[in-house]
Structures are given as structure tokens and as C-alpha cells.
T-cell receptor, first 113, second 113 residues
Framework: DGGITQSPKYLFRKEGQNVTLSCEQN?????MYWYRQDPGQGLRLIYY???????QKGDIAEGYSVSREKKESFPLTVTSAQKNPTAFYLC????????????FGPGTRLTVT | GESVGLHLPTLSVQEGDNSIINCAYS??????FIWYKQESGKGPQFIID?????DKRQGQRVTVLLNKTVKHLSLQIAATQPGDSAVYFC????????????FGGGTRLMVKP
């Protein structure tokens, strides 16, 4: 079955540690995205990538980094510089950048203490 | 700035009744709108979309209405079922400019048996 997978579903880290969230898609989509979701708020865009080896900052990129070495993979690293990292992180992909329906993964809930 | 919002944060309906979830948008140039459904602890799922050259679009048990005059979007769910209980997001996009999707905060739909 085609789709997007994110792992792990739950992640716990100590403050000051970097952590990498995985996102893989087998939909053959060019565009991929990372969003952050906080309770009662809309999705906020962290980073996006239109094509392999290319990515751009979204609205709230500070404290995050990404890579796009393969079309299928778009990992997100939450660095110790992110002041409030505890959140639900969603990865998505679409055929073209921002022009089509975005397909979302199941999300990773990160808790930093 | 331009934003997408929802009128009601929580909507409670009786099983079998019709549900109407509303969304106001402020960017009159937006030309593409999407409704997503998000169940607890999961990623958003695409429900239906509509482009600004249409006023109405129907899917299976769902209808989206677009009123460009008052910049209002609604999602109608017929014969609401317990499985419809979720948070519903609208999102807008100026697709012709390749703009990012802007998401609303969401409305929680609760279906009473």
C-alpha cells in the first residue's frame, strides 16, 4: 500500500538533546513537508522540500533542520535550540509543491522534559 | 495578516442528524480550499476540496459550499455517524502563486449516539 510513514509514534527526550524524526513516503511525490501541531492551533509549516537536495524554511524553522537526500525520505531534526519542542509533528507529501492535496503521515508526538 | 478561521470550536450533534462545519477566510484571492478530518492521535485525512470557480462540490455524504461573496466555506456531513467524530480543518491556498496552505485551528465534531 502506498502512503507515508512516520516513526516513532511517541518519542521522549531530555532537554538539550537533538532528536531526529523519520518520514518516508512511497507515493512517488516530489514535494514533502513538516508541520507542527499544538493543542487548539492550526498546523504550522516548519520546512518544505520541492525536490531532492532542495528544501526551504517555512513559518517556524528556527531550531529545526532537515535533509532531502532521497525522494522518499525527509527527516526532521529537532535541535536543542528549539525553545519549545514538545508537540505533535506531522509529515506530508504532495505531487507538486502546494498545488495539490497533501497526504499526511500518522504523526510523531515528541515530549521533551 | 490574512488568515483562515473557524466559527465554532466544538460542534455536538445527534447520530443521524446532518452536521455543518463553518470556516471563514480573509484572503479574497485564495482559489483552492481543502477540508481535512483528523482523528485523535492521527494525521489529517483529506475529505474534499473545491476550487474558487465552483460554489458547491459533493462527495460521499459530504458537501462543501463556497460563498466567495462573504468569504465563507462550509462542510456539510449528511447522516452523521459516530465515526465522523473528529477535528475538522479547513485550509486555503493561493495555488496560482504557489503559496503555502494556511490552516484553520479546527472544529471538534462530537457525535452523540
Amino acid at each position: 500500500d502506498g502512503g507515508i510513514t512516520q516513526s516513532p509514534k511517541y518519542l521522549f527526550r531530555k532537554e538539550g538533546q537533538n532528536v531526529t524524526l523519520s518520514c518516508e513516503q512511497n507515493l512517488n511525490h516530489d514535494a514533502m513537508y513538516w508541520y507542527r501541531q499544538d493543542p487548539g492551533q492550526g498546523l504550522r509549516l516548519i520546512y518544505y522540500s520541492q525536490i531532492v537536495n532542495d528544501f526551504q524554511k517555512g513559518d517556524i524553522a528556527e531550531g529545526y533542520s532537515v535533509s532531502r537526500e532521497k525522494k522518499e525520505s525527509f527527516p526532521l531534526t529537532v535541535t536543542s535550540a528549539q525553545k519549545n519542542p514538545t508537540a505533535f509533528y506531522l509529515c506530508a507529501s504532495s505531487i507538486e509543491l502546494f498545488l495539490n492535496e497533501q497526504y499526511f503521515g500518522p504523526g510523531t508526538r515528541l515530549t521533551v522534559t | 495578516g490574512e488568515s483562515v478561521g473557524l466559527h465554532l470550536p466544538t460542534l455536538s450533534v445527534q447520530e443521524g442528524d446532518n452536521s455543518i462545519i463553518n470556516c471563514a477566510y480573509s484572503n479574497s484571492a485564495s482559489d483552492y480550499f481543502i477540508w481535512y478530518k483528523q482523528e485523535s492521535g492521527k494525521g489529517p485525512q483529506f475529505i474534499i476540496d473545491i476550487r474558487s470557480n465552483m460554489d458547491k462540490r459533493q462527495g460521499q455524504r459530504v458537501t462543501v459550499l463556497l460563498n466567495k461573496t462573504v468569504k465563507h466555506l462550509s462542510l456539510q456531513i449528511a447522516a452523521t455517524q459516530p465515526g465522523d467524530s473528529a477535528v475538522y480543518f479547513c485550509a486555503e491556498n493561493l495555488s496560482s502563486a504557489g503559496n503555502m496552505l494556511t490552516f484553520g485551528g479546527g472544529t471538534r465534531l462530537m457525535v452523540k449516539p
